[in-house]
């Protein structure tokens, strides 16, 4: 079974954001890393893949500045190759435009399983798998906390508001994972140095047969009109316990009457 | 541009709106003229009143969808009315499981960009603009689209307040899903429902969480405790949540449940930006931590600088005694 797991490259979300002051949009200058949320979806594909007795992960992201300090992490963790849409044409895309990258990325190596985390660290719009899906006319089940393989189908614990849905879907499909459905693994020295010499596969928009229009800044048709600091709450009282802070605290739920 | 019609996606639970449709519905009454709603299921009849009740005067249902997920057919189903000439001038569309996936695919059908994790909406000079909380809330972006619509947007919860508008129920008009190729083939085999008493988290009047400074997965029946004395719900940190003390369900903040309670009362929680992005919109805060540095003190109306093991104990007892 082949699988291809998009990996998002971020800035590293333990450092400060900052947007540019010319497009309010995200300075990404700084060196990129795996998005945490993505090495969950690495982790599923590389057990799905072992599980069916074969097959192999790929890796598809769309990064600036043809970054690859995310894809040796995975890499690391056991994917065979990837593929990296990296091009100037695309610094500004939204949502859509990724997705559009991403889709036709996935298209030249026809996978029977697509993997996503549910929403990125640093932009978590969510919407990107259910385009990418739609864009492939393939089916997609998001929010999988469990998911297995067997018989041509995948079969997924979907998280919802009350507990979670089981899906059964025919393949190939697209599936978002949560920080639930596994525990990814760290990469081992030898996988490390194993990563170093495993296909990076560099692309272009053009070798995608898109059209730069719909993509980048310019397909993105949405702009930062301001921003502005938000109103920020004070802070009120502090009281340290000296084995009696209790008290002002029930002083305090009476007056706010919820006892 | 002015905004003239508005579509909310209606996402119901057995036969009821939810909370987060009737706040889309409030938010579209106060931008456009007319409000319809566009929803899925069984029995779109039992909803119309509520949803007319709430300012939609239409709505378009495609029926019930199931053993299927509602995103390809719901979104394929909008997607036809827009092409046929029927389009709105706005979606709005709730940050839930099913809205995303509905944004998500109607964005692609139709080549339209998406505008994510609205917490407010606003028309300015005729163009729908919508502010988004960035940095964890520190600042607020403003976003508009410069294309052409439907401009979609997917709005987080709590943003709006619910309003009646004594409206009559919506006329319910059935609409026709096109042939969806393969993009529909996922089935629901079965439905879990975790039973849980008490109030649900967002709609509770009094939010109690905990944090890993419980320091063990047992001490969270103090928080469950609390909650139950004070009628309200428990809640949890992400690091807890991730460590499987307590499910996914319970978490607070940026990639969990935004809360606006009239009391949160945070135990041994840090206040990281992404868990304070969605509680600080409670009326007021109780914090009790250890760290007098901790950050959470800084929206606290109340702060205990104390041992959750000491503090949450004497408190339970205390309400014990009192009823
Ligand atoms: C604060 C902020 C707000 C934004 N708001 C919007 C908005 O409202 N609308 C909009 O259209 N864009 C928005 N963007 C831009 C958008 O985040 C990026 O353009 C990004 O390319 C795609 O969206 P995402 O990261 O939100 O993806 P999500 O949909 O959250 O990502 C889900 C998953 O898709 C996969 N994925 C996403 N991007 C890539 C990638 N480049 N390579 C490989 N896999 C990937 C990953 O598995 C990821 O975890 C925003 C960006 C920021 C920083
Ligand atoms: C993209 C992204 C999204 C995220 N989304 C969320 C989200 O939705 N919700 C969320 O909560 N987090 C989220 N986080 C994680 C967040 O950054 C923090 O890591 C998390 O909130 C920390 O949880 P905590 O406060 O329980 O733990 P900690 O930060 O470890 O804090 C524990 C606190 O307990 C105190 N303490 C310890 N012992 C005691 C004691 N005996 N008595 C009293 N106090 C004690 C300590 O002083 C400390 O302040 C997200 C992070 C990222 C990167």
């Known amino acids: 079974m082949n699988v291809a797991v998009c990996v998002k490259?971020?800035?590293?979300?333990?450092?400060?954001?900052?947007?540019?002051?010319?497009?309010?949009?995200?300075?990404?200058?700084?060196?990129?890393?795996l998005d945490d949320s993505d090495s969950y979806?690495?982790?599923m594909a590389l057990q799905l893949a072992d599980q069916a007795g074969g097959g192999e992960v790929t890796l598809v992201s769309m990064a600036p500045r043809g970054e690859t300090g995310g894809l040796r992490t995975a890499l690391a963790m056991g994917a065979a190759k990837a593929i990296l849409v990296s091009d100037d044409a695309l610094a500004g895309s939204d949502a859509l435009g990724t997705a559009k990258v991403l889709a036709a990325a996935i298209k030249r190596i026809s996978p029977d399983l697509v993997v996503a985390a549910t929403e990125s660290t640093d932009g978590y719009t969510g919407t990107t798998p259910a385009q990418v899906a739609e864009l492939l006319g393939m089916p997609s089940v998001t929010f999988a906390n469990k998911i297995e393989v067997a018989d041509g189908a995948v079969r997924v614990h979907r998280q919802t508001e009350a507990g979670y849905d089981e899906v059964e879907c025919p393949l190939p499909a697209l599936v978002t994972v949560t920080a639930g459905v596994v525990e990814p693994r760290y990469p081992s020295f030898k996988g490390i140095m194993a990563a170093k010499s495993k296909p990076i596969e560099e692309l272009k928009v053009a070798d995608l047969g898109l059209d730069p229009t719909q993509v980048g800044a310019a397909g993105a048709r949405q702009e930062m009109v301001s921003v502005e600091e938000a109103e920020e709450r004070q802070a009120g009282e502090v009281v340290v316990d000296e084995g009696d802070a209790h008290e002002r605290i029930i002083a305090f739920l009476e007056q706010l009457k919820v006892i | 541009m002015g905004v003239d019609k508005i579509w909310v996606l209606a996402e119901s639970v057995e036969g009821v709106p939810t909370a987060t449709t009737l706040e889309l519905l409030a938010a579209a009454r106060s931008l456009g003229s007319t409000v319809e709603a566009f929803t899925w299921g069984p029995d779109t009849e039992s909803l119309a009143p509520v949803l007319g009740a709430h300012g939609a005067t239409r709505a378009y249902t495609v029926g019930d969808v199931s053993p299927g997920l509602p995103g390809a057919p719901v979104a394929a189903a909008m997607a036809a009315?827009?092409?046929?000439?029927?389009?709105?001038d706005m979606v709005l569309v709730a940050t839930t499981y099913d809205g995303r996936d509905v944004a998500g695919r109607l964005s692609a059908r139709l080549d339209r960009p998406v505008l994510t994790n609205v917490v407010n909406l606003t028309v300015e000079d005729g163009v729908p603009t919508s502010h988004h909380a960035i940095f964890g809330g520190t600042q607020v972006a403003k976003a508009r689209f410069t294309g052409p619509g439907p401009a979609i947007f997917v709005v987080r919860a709590k943003s709006f307040v619910p309003e009646e508008t004594g409206g009559g129920p919506a006329e319910v008009v059935t609409v026709e899903v096109p042939d969806l190729g393969r993009a529909n083939d996922a089935r629901v085999l079965e439905r879990h429902v975790e039973e849980r008493a008490g109030p649900k988290l967002d709609e509770a009047d009094v939010v109690v969480s905990g944090g890993r400074g419980l320091g063990q997965p047992d001490n969270y029946a103090m928080v469950e405790e609390l909650a139950r004395l004070l009628h309200g719900a428990p809640g949890a940190s992400r690091a807890i949540v991730d460590a499987g003390w307590v499910p996914y369900a319970y978490q607070v903040g940026q990639t969990g449940k935004t809360v606006k309670p009239t009391l949160y009362v945070a135990c041994g929680i840090s206040g990281a930006t992404q868990h304070m992005v969605g509680m600080k919109g409670a009326k007021n805060i109780i914090a009790i931590n250890k760290d007098q540095e901790a950050p959470i003190f800084g929206i606290a109306d109340l702060g205990v600088v104390g041992d959750v093991h000491k503090v949450l104990p004497r408190l339970i007892d205390a309400l014990k005694a009192r009823s």
């Open chain 1, 41 to 43: 979806g690495v982790e």
């Open chain 2, 81 to 88: 009315q827009v092409q046929a000439g029927n389009a709105p």
């Open chain 1, 9 to 33: 490259q971020i800035p590293d979300p333990a450092a400060p954001g900052e947007l540019d002051p010319s497009t309010l949009t995200l300075k990404r200058d700084g060196k990129l890393i």
